[in-house]
């Protein structure tokens, strides 16, 4: 797969205006996708077939050359021209997301901001494999041609008021129009959408045409239709058949046409006179009508047209929210018509500015038999008649009931025990304070079980009357997370999380009456509250008024309590006895945010009740702070999971206090604890050491840590993950720490950690989690790469973005590292970012160009060369012209430091270190021998020789060819003295040639060359023994300088050739070995 680089093209005005830098990046992004052919500077799966380039800031289309890409993203990238070849080397692709390049005005940062995206005609059309075509979000005013191949066309916040000509898309079966026409995106008329256009679309399913200021539901709409969504436009009146020719459509929504605007937070257009929708009585009138799902939400509704639903025979839910319909609920008849109903929604149909004494539903609405959730929250009534409750107990399939918000103070919980299938009711946000008794007449005459004639503010302790104070009730999404673990980002795969509370309490209550009474105005609690909940199994009276102990005996009714929720309110945990009526049942506890008891100074606590709950499995002790006067250890044989965030635990386990050390430590069957959120600045050694051997998730997070005992960790011998994210660790130890077996996971995420040592994770054999963003690590060292980066480990994840790297050469390698890694890295593209130097600030770690890091490193190599070339260059032409001199200089200063030595050992056995050899006739000849050779060799020098002359060292007597034959073999060298000018014009006499003979033997028989010639004359005969002489061996074959200066270069000369063996002056390449 390869990106090419696209030609650059001018931008026409109106455009954006994109910075020069990122002009140089794109085109960089670009470079870098030539150069890596196995991961794209956009993020990709592990085929190659999906390419995701959302939030890289680009000016073209990458060019992509590929037949496995099917699915592009290029959202997000302010991309604001797509030419007609952008894609034409993708064959095979089905996908294309291309929205949010030029948001609608009323989303742009700046008023001043501008953007003009262009698709060209031609630019789609050769995709003949597309199905699914997002450009939603790019503020297009036309349709580019499309291929026929398109399923799926989104054309969501854009400027497209008008559709006239046929998308010429047979196959295409969803078109979302939403958001092209209303009050932020303003085209002052209705859109329009001609009827041919609908005509062509035989086989389209889904049609959104949401906010786009249609005043009728628009015509020649295909039969085809399963879903119509015409939400949030100013249509006033459903037409009579409307909607007859749809006999598939399933799902209809026509909510917020003619807007209620009394408690709206937004921007509302009720219709004109603020009438309500029209409906005219047969408006849904289909024949075999498929519609399941109908939302009239919204429309200002005040009564309901005879047989409106009628012809809705499938009809499963109905929403019928925000409107008026409060009178209708009473004493409507149209519920005889939904007999297949199975959830419908009156929420916020309170008539303004009127709170009803009590809740009467209408006596027909038992019609809707197959009911399983009815929801009548916002409705502000203070309570149920009998009879109306009488009436719900018919519901003999009823699930869920939602009376949230209605202002009751009075509720008959008796009447639940008619309502077996009833899995969940919402009585959250009302006025209930269950301390006082309501008697109804049940039923079934079930009054002996209304409430008994006992005061229920009667306990056995006396207290002056309560002052309740009003409750900092924080919003729903801070309660949860005081309950819930925090995750890093873009954890959204379910193998990354740990289990909040709120996952427990989904689970448990599953298929189990659940019954909210959370933002209530309970006070007290006493066993007699309880009549009617005895079926309940889950619990919650979180964000009440109670501000009492729990001494026992107030849950004796609740046998099958299973999940209790007391979070947010005033409770002393003093007592022993606390739970004990409900402790075989109570799986999970929570008694978070209850530290009105824990502030007081000087007042001790215990939570001894735990060791009594023998099925507890779930606790929340968060946001209590405690911190001390508490007990010294919790017991429990049955928790799992622990939430003990936002306490104080720093003051706990201060270094000079040791009273806690063990607090965790009898919860012996701990699996995850979290302790997060406790401002500790370190963790003592033996704290860690003494928590539960069980323990497999243990979150740290959010503290003030600098120091983690790590050498500690390898005692728990379960864990699997940790968490120590947002601290403020600047190192980890530099040897390699003990980690358990099975540890796969750990979170060092929003630290201040500058490097990961080599040693830090090398027994982090199991380690497949890794998460290092939001930390001052500004390079990772290649020689001392941390074991888990190295090819071969089982880390799988790694998070790196939000680090400051330093992007130089230095580092490119790391940017070759995350192409060829096989663990995943999100992010990579967009949010992995250069922090030095300063000119690569803000840019992505992809912008180092790997090729100009070549040129840089390649300069050394380049010199080298270059040094070795003209080496090689001017050594043969200094030669040339100075090698004599500069050979003497050499000699004389290797002379100079060496000095002389005797021949070696082997030569001592002959007498003379060299025969000279000549002819004693020639008196020129001999006079040189005598005067010349004699004296330099025998008289001067520091080495001198012992030579052998003819008529000198001849022993008398003997015949001459014994002398001779003496004299060569006692001889080390033999001198052959030759000169031209001799009579008879005779080169060598007799003697020379018996000589040379005897010589030559030698060299057969010994494997030794003895022969030194001394040429007298420069115009010597070319003697062909004497050429082949010289090429073999140069150094042997003396000449005497007719230069008076150059005859002391002779004497070395010579003096060299007689001490040295001549096999050594051998010239490999002319001669054979004698070996």
């Avoid at 909607?243 to 807007?259: D, E, G, I, M, V």
């Avoid at 606590?605 to 006067?629: P, T, Y």
Wanted: glycine share 2%; proline share 5%.
């Amino acid at each position: 797969m390869l990106f090419q680089m696209a030609p650059k093209k001018e931008i026409p005005a109106g455009s954006v205006k994109v910075p020069r830098n990122l002009l140089i990046f794109s085109q960089l992004v670009l470079c870098v996708i030539t150069i890596n052919v196995t991961l794209l500077p956009c993020d990709s799966d592990v085929n190659s077939t999906t390419v995701d380039c959302s939030n890289i800031p680009l000016i073209y289309v990458p060019r992509i050359t590929s037949t496995n890409v099917i699915s592009i993203n290029i959202s997000y990238t302010g991309i604001q021209r797509v030419r007609s070849q952008d894609f034409l080397d993708i064959p095979n692709l089905q996908t294309l997301n291309m929205m949010g390049n030029c948001p609608l005005p009323y989303q742009r940062i700046s008023k001043h901001d501008s953007c003009d995206v262009k698709i060209s005609e031609n630019a789609l059309a050769s995709l003949d494999n597309l199905q699914y075509l997002n450009v939603s979000g790019n503020s297009l005013t036309s349709i580019p041609h499309l291929p026929r191949s398109l399923i799926v066309l989104d054309l969501k916040s854009n400027q497209i008021f008008n559709i006239s000509e046929p998308l010429k898309t047979p196959h295409l079966q969803e078109l979302l129009l939403a958001n092209n026409c209303f009050y932020a995106n303003p085209c002052n008329h209705s859109a329009r959408i001609s009827e041919e256009v609908f005509k062509q679309l035989t086989q389209l399913k889904t049609l959104d045409l949401a906010q786009n200021n249609l005043t009728a539901v628009p015509k020649g709409l295909p039969a085809s239709l399963e879903f119509l969504d015409l939400r949030l436009n100013t249509i006033t009146e459903i037409l009579k058949g409307a909607f007859a020719n749809l006999t598939s459509l399933r799902h209809l929504n026509l909510a917020w046409n003619c807007q209620r605007c009394d408690h709206t937070s937004r921007p509302c257009f009720p219709c004109p006179q603020n009438k309500p929708l029209q409906l005219n009585p047969l408006s849904f009138d289909v024949k075999n009508s498929s519609i399941t799902y109908l939302s009239l939400r919204g429309n200002s509704l005040t009564t309901i047209p005879e047989g409106l639903f009628r012809p809705l025979n499938n009809l499963k839910e109905l929403d019928l929210s925000d409107n008026f319909l409060s009178y209708p609920i009473r004493n409507g008849t149209f519920f005889t018509d939904l007999t297949h109903l199975t959830s419908i929604n009156f929420f916020y149909n309170n008539e303004p500015l009127h709170t009803f004494s009590n809740m009467t539903l209408s006596p027909y609405i038992t019609s809707m038999s197959n009911l399983q959730e009815l929801k009548l929250s916002g409705n502000f009534f203070r309570s149920f008649l009998s009879d109306s409750l009488c009436l719900l107990s018919e519901f003999k399939l009823l699930k869920r009931l939602e009376l949230r918000m209605n202002f009751i103070d009075y509720f008959n919980f008796t009447a639940l025990r008619q309502m077996p299938s009833l899995v969940y009711i919402d009585l959250s946000q009302n006025m209930l304070n269950l301390s006082q008794c309501w008697v109804y007449p049940s039923c079934e005459s079930l009054s002996e079980q209304g409430c008994q004639s006992q005061n229920l503010y009667k306990y056995e302790y006396n207290e002056p009357a309560l002052t309740l104070l009003s409750q900092d009730i924080s919003s729903g999404r801070d309660m949860m997370e005081s309950n819930q673990l925090r995750m890093p980002e873009m954890l959204e795969k379910k193998e990354f999380r740990f289990k909040f509370l709120e996952d427990f309490i989904t689970e448990f209550c599953s298929n189990r009456l659940t019954l909210d009474l959370s933002q209530n105005d309970i006070v007290y609690l006493n066993d007699s509250l309880f009549i009617g909940m005895e079926n309940v199994s889950c619990l919650d009276l979180s964000l009440n008024y109670m501000n009492l102990p729990l001494k026992g005996k107030q849950f004796t009714r609740l046998k099958k309590m299973i999940v209790l929720n007391l979070s947010h309110n005033r409770l002393d945990l003093y007592y022993k006895d606390a739970f004990m009526d409900i402790k075989n049942t109570l799986r999970v506890l929570d008694l978070s945010n209850n530290q009105f008891y824990f502030k007081m100074e000087g007042m001790g606590h215990h939570l001894e009740f735990l060791s009594n709950l023998k099925m507890l499995e779930v606790l929340s002790l968060a946001n209590n702070a405690i911190g001390m006067r508490i007990d010294k250890e919790l017991n429990s044989d049955s928790l799992k999971y622990l939430y003990f965030n936002g306490n104080k635990l720093f003051i706990m386990w201060e270094s000079d206090n040791n009273r806690y050390t063990r607090f965790f430590q009898n919860l012996t069957s701990l699996l995850l604890l979290d302790i997060s959120k406790n401002k500790l600045k370190n963790i003592p050694f033996d704290v860690l050491c003494s928590l539960p051997r069980s323990i497999q998730y243990l979150n740290i997070s959010q503290n003030k840590l600098h120091l983690f005992p790590w050498r500690n960790i390898s005692a728990l011998s379960n864990l699997t993950h940790l968490d120590l994210s947002q601290n403020s660790m600047y190192f980890l130890p530099y040897i390699g720490v003990e980690f358990p077996d099975q540890f796969n996971f750990l979170d060092l995420s929003h630290n201040k950690l500058k490097a990961i040592p080599q040693d830090f994770f090398s027994k982090a054999k199991s380690l497949q989690y890794l998460f290092l963003s939001y930390n001052q690590i500004k390079e990772l060292s290649r020689q001392f790469f941390p074991t888990p980066f190295k090819n071969g480990s089982a880390l799988k994840y790694l998070t790196l973005h939000g680090n400051p790297f330093r992007c130089d050469c230095e580092t490119s390698w790391f940017a070759e590292y995350l192409v060829t890694t096989p663990v995943q890295i999100p992010y990579l593209t967009t949010s992995v970012r250069c922090q030095y130097p300063e000119s690569k600030l803000g840019k992505n770690i992809w912008s180092i160009d790997q090729r100009s890091c070549q040129d840089i490193y390649g300069s050394v190599p380049f010199l080298v060369c270059s040094f070795f070339t003209v080496v090689l260059t001017l050594l043969p032409l200094l030669k040339h012209l100075y090698g004599w001199d500069l050979w003497y200089c050499l000699h004389v200063f290797w002379a100079g430091i060496k000095g002389y030595s005797k021949l070696p050992d082997n030569d001592s056995k002959h007498r003379y270190d060299a025969f000279v050899v000549f002819n004693t006739i020639n008196l020129a000849m001999r006079d040189w021998v005598y005067k010349e050779l004699l004296v330099h060799l025998e008289c001067e020098g520091p080495r001198r020789f012992c030579l052998c002359l003819e008529e000198r060292d001849w022993i008398p007597g003997l015949s001459c060819i014994e002398n001779l034959h003496n004299a060569v073999h006692n001889s080390v060298k033999t001198v052959f003295v030759l000169s031209s000018s001799v009579t008879n014009h005779e080169t060598v006499n007799g003697v020379t040639r018996q000589a040379f003979f005897m010589v030559q033997q030698r060299l057969l028989d010994e494997k030794v060359d003895v022969a030194v010639l001394v040429l007298l004359d420069e115009m010597f005969p070319k003697l062909k023994y004497l050429q082949l002489r010289k090429r073999l061996c140069r150094k042997s074959v003396l000449s005497w300088p007719k230069n008076p200066h150059a005859q002391p270069i002779f004497w070395n000369q010579l003096r060299m050739a007689l001490k040295s063996d001549n096999l050594r002056f051998y010239d490999n390449n002319m001669s054979e070995s004698f070996n």
